[in-house]
């Protein structure tokens, strides 16, 4: 993902002995929807989805001792979701917004139209937001690396930057993006974080 996206802009570029044409292509702004690196970032983002739509709709189901990691495992899928959907509006604009576990056998059971990009924002928010609310400020380890509250409300602050810049220019959440940030950062930094966060 960071490779295929870094080609396209001027922080990397395939060296002399990169034949490959998909990333030639892409380091040059040629790429078509035929391209296999474009097509892998597409498949796989939606596998996730697949998979994070399947853990938001099974958790529930399941009884847990504690019902905290239940409620945070949930946490966790929404944010990957979040997330997902995130990386997807950013490449590709208005895409499928499939919030449940599809198992149908036809290929057409799996046709789904394009969702305005705005709305798609609306759902990262309100994943992230919910996320955000039931994941721990932080774990010990063997969990060290697990979505936390904080970066749940770090990730909220850069979609509200990208929601304030084009294409959907809704510039009232740059104040959002600036209020997110001083949350998540820690008071040496300007901000009231309790997450442990610094520039």
């Not at 899928?77 to 056998?105: T, W």
């Not at 798609?120 to 609310?133: N, R």
């Not at 697990?146 to 809704?170: D, E, I």
Request: charged content about 20%.
């Amino acid at each position: 993902f960071n490779t295929g996206l870094n080609f396209m802009c001027d922080d990397e570029f395939p060296g002399p002995g990169a034949t490959n044409p998909d990333v030639r292509s892409m380091a040059n702004l040629l790429h078509t929807s035929t391209n296999l690196r474009v097509y892998e970032l597409w498949q796989q983002h939606y596998a996730a989805v697949y998979k994070a739509n399947i853990a938001i709709e099974k958790l529930p189901t399941i009884t847990f001792a504690d019902v905290t990691v239940r409620d945070r495992l949930i946490g966790e899928s929404k944010f990957l979701l979040a997330l997902y959907y995130f990386n997807l509006v950013r490449l590709f604009g208005d895409v499928p917004l499939i919030l449940e576990a599809k198992d149908g056998v036809k290929a057409s059971d799996y046709f789904v139209e394009r969702t305005p990009s705005a709305l798609v924002y609306e759902q990262i928010e309100t994943d992230l937001k919910e996320a955000a609310e039931v994941l721990p400020v932080s774990y010990t380890a063997p969990n060290i690396g697990r979505a936390t509250q904080g970066a749940a409300k770090a990730l909220l602050a850069k979609v509200y930057l990208t929601k304030a810049s084009l294409p959907l220019n809704l510039t009232q959440h740059y104040a959002d993006a600036v209020r997110l940030a001083e949350e998540v950062l820690s008071p040496a930094e300007g901000g009231t974080g309790k997450y442990g966060y610094a520039l």
